[in-house]
T-cell receptor, first 114, second 116 residues
Framework: ETGVTQTPRHLVMGMTNKKSLKCEQH?????MYWYKQSAKKPLELMFV???????ENNSVPSRFSPECPNSSHLFLHLHTLQPEDSALYLC?????????????FGPGTRLTVL | AQKITQTQPGMFVQEKEAVTLDCTYD???????LFWYKQPSSGEMIFLIY??????QNATEGRYSLNFQKARKSANLVISASQLGDSAMYFC?????????????FGAGTRLFVKA
């Protein structure tokens, strides 16, 4: 399998549920990212991991908890979400997290919070 | 602060014609990268083309070219010979090489409709 994969592709959850989003990259990259894309809003960076270390947390609420066990895998753990958290969550990776790196995106997980 | 502006919410183009999608940016950094991504209805963000701030030549990738005008801070995407499959959202993005860290800023996007 090539590129960046994300599972699940669609997720519906209640506000009291706990779920996790998974991202895997097969590109040999060292940096991985979580983005949120809400309707009618620009893409928002949530977290950045470079060589498994979190280097960016863009003021994301604690109900979103990222985990990066290695350079190929990235998780986003979700708990007690709100309906306004419904969005497309995109994972991306890039070679080394430098300024002019190109990021490659996965297909996204479309999350609906009831 | 970084800023990306895409002033065209929607664009129509006839199949086989060329179309230009506008993008202007604002940064105080000398080193930065500019990107264009395509997002079909399936949701995946597909990388199209990259232009570095120090690149003197405009970037080209197949039917895509980036019209980079540094003094005007514009980075317009030109799609030649439009195809029906080009119908999608297109996002311009910028990443600063120095002080910007790992943040990439995206514009609001332009939805392109290709007519048969």
């Amino acid at each position: 399998e090539t590129g960046v994969t994300q599972t699940p592709r669609h997720l519906v959850m209640g506000m009291t549920n706990k779920k996790s989003l998974k991202c895997e990259q097969h590109l040999g990259h060292n940096a991985m990212y979580w983005y949120k894309q809400s309707a009618k809003k620009p893409l928002e960076l949530m977290f950045v991991y470079n060589f498994k270390e979190q280097t960016e947390n863009n003021s994301v609420p604690s109900r979103f908890s990222p985990e990066c066990p290695n350079s190929s895998h990235l998780f986003l753990h979700l708990h007690t979400l709100q309906p306004e958290d419904s969005a497309l969550y995109l994972c991306a990776s890039s070679p080394e997290g430098s300024g002019t790196d190109t990021q490659y995106f996965g297909p996204g997980t479309r999350l609906t919070v009831l | 602060a970084q800023k990306i502006t895409q002033t065209q919410p929607g664009m129509f183009v006839q199949e086989k014609e060329a179309v230009t999608l506008d993008c202007t940016y604002d940064t105080s950094d000398q080193s930065y990268g500019l990107f264009w991504y395509k997002q079909p209805s399936s949701g995946e963000m597909i990388f199209l083309i990259y232009q570095g701030s120090y690149d003197e030549q405009n970037a080209t990738e197949g039917r895509y070219s980036l019209n980079f005008q540094k003094a005007r801070k514009s980075a317009n995407l030109v799609i030649s010979a439009s195809q029906l499959g080009d119908s999608a959202m297109y996002f311009c993005a910028m990443r600063e090489g120095g002080t910007g860290g790992f943040k990439t800023i995206f514009g609001a996007g332009t939805r392109l409709f290709v007519k048969a």
